[in-house]
């Protein structure tokens, strides 16, 4: 299965983000890619205080313009995040979306883990100030053109410090994992691809992680370097510095060669106990 990895730099002007996200994913179809993924805030990264009024419901305008993408183009579309409306009036949840061919809402996400940090003058974020979280671990299916469900498992950024999420998935049997993001400039110069492969092989699955790139407003800046691993843990696709798109092909039969040559998932001891008190 082809897919397409969108790079981009979003910013406050919602039109001109979905433009861009417009253009690309032209590029991406044309490039024969039959899954196109955005990343993380692809119609809005801007600050808090003008994300509370745009935030939508799942049906909204934001969304509905990536399932006219995905009829255009024939292809299956996620939409990284977007800013859903959530209970609380002061924030919004941080919601991916995986819509059909057909334009249709296949499934969503909700982000769990926010980004509470304060690193460097230039990594000080408290998400959850603005930022409901999700609640629940979310696979879905994606159809390959061989009409072959594949279990994807679905998780956004910040997620990709917890393991316990993707092993949570992968026993569910995900063959790929989508983690589109906004990593920051500092912590994606260290952090991002180690993560990235550490997640691939853990879990023998695609990585697919779409990522903001560049500077955004003030003193926010986003990494880039857009990637896909494969399940030993290769990188086959990584993006330059600037907004463009990645391609590369998904091999099931040889995700498949690898669990049969290397069974470390049915290696696991679920019965194993670890005694936290000590002597």
């Not at 996620?78 to 499934?107: A, H, M, W």
């Not at 092993?167 to 994606?188: M, N």
Request: charged share 25%; aromatic share 8%; hydrophobic share 40%.
């Amino acid at each position: 299965m082809r897919v397409a990895l969108v790079q981009l730099t979003s910013r406050r002007d919602v039109d001109k983000n979905l433009d861009t996200c417009r253009r690309l994913a032209e590029e991406a179809a044309e490039a024969g890619a039959k899954w196109i993924l955005f990343p993380e805030n692809a119609p809005f990264l801007g600050r808090d205080a003008d994300k509370i009024p745009i935030a939508e419901s799942i049906d909204g305008p934001m969304v509905s313009a990536f399932a006219e993408m995905a009829r255009q183009f024939n292809a299956w579309i996620t939409l990284g995040s977007f800013p859903e409306s959530s209970p609380d009036p002061k924030r919004t949840y941080n919601t991916q979306v995986l819509l059909g061919p057909d334009g249709s809402i296949v499934n969503h996400y909700r982000k769990i883990h926010l980004f509470d940090v304060q690193i460097d003058d230039d990594v000080n974020f408290c998400e959850s100030d603005s930022v409901y979280p999700g609640e629940e671990v979310v696979d879905t299916v994606v159809t390959d053109p061989d009409g072959q469900d594949r279990c994807v498992g679905m998780t956004i950024c910040y997620d990709l410090r917890f393991p316990e999420i993707y092993r949570a998935l992968q026993t569910r049997g995900v063959d790929a994992i989508t983690i589109p993001s906004a990593f920051t400039l500092s912590t994606g110069s260290v952090h991002w691809h180690a993560l990235l492969k550490a997640r691939a092989i853990e879990n023998q699955a695609y990585i697919l992680a779409p990522n903001q790139w560049g500077h955004h407003f003030g003193k926010r800046r986003s990494y880039g370097q857009s990637a896909i691993y494969d399940p030993w843990g290769r990188c086959v696709a990584c993006a330059s510095d600037r907004e463009s798109i990645i391609v590369a092909e998904l091999d099931f039969d040889y995700l498949a060669e690898i669990r049969r040559a290397m069974p470390v998932l049915a290696h696991r001891r679920d019965d194993l106990t670890i005694d936290t008190a000590g002597d």
